[in-house]
């Protein structure tokens, strides 16, 4: 048998002399020092220790001979008490773990900065380091969204990474709640319809939309901690300058009830402006 089927052994820190000898007197049945030395490649150094060590865990028996003899275990015995050893290891690391938990769960957070920021550039970048946040989400989405918003969109669908059947596969799994509120203006109204008509089998799954006019500072909260801003230029050919990614538990609920505000207030139907999709 040859030695990397002993490597196993390595998770239960047996050095590798001790593995040797361990396989060798296993192969051997009972042997002095010499010949383990000979048939596992051991230095006369090491074989002693390695013996010893085998000795105490209970693997090897000892007869005090001269030379002195070495027995293995059975085949049987000896891995079983491998497998003991192992559960007992097992055991001990589950019960520091949770000691570890505990502690750390008692122990105050220190003092200092919490708010975790990342900025964004453009509207690929927008789409591909935060958007993508949005199919995470494991209780709630809040949206305020316009022109730009439904731009990246349309965008990241065509160069093939649909964000939007990612968001509605993660929500309907998950069971979130997501709200959406569209932001619309006479020139961009069209744009919006447009939208809804194209992307209707992945809105499906929305918990409720609601349309509103434009005040320029679309966002999204998700969960209770992930706030993604977003900025729009019409100076810029492709509308969406930047976003930034705020994790902060403070600014999400403050943006949370602005929108809760905002959905009170916005339109639940866009037949109430003469445009629905058809």
Known sequence: MPLRDFEMLAELRFSPYERRALMALMFQGVA???TLCREGEIPTSKIYLALEKLGKLGLVEMQPTRPKLYSALSTDAIFARLVEMA?????RFAAEA???KENLAAS???AGRTTFVDLALGRES??????VHLATAKRRILSYMEQGDLAAIDQSRSSGAPVLR??????VERKVDQRVVFGFGYRTAPKLVAFLKKHRSNLEHVTGVRYSGEFGHPFHVIDDDVVILCVDHPFVPEGRVASLM????SLAARLADGFETLWAKAMRDLRE???QPG
């Open 32 to 34: 002095d020092a010499e």
């Open 87 to 91: 559960k007992e290891k097992a055991d």
């Open 98 to 100: 949770q000691k570890l």
């Open 108 to 110: 105050p957070r220190a």
């Open 126 to 131: 927008h789409v591909t380091r935060h958007l």
């Open 166 to 171: 990612r968001i509605a596969r993660n929500v």
């Open 246 to 249: 705020v994790r902060d538990t």
């Open 273 to 275: 402006i003469s445009f």
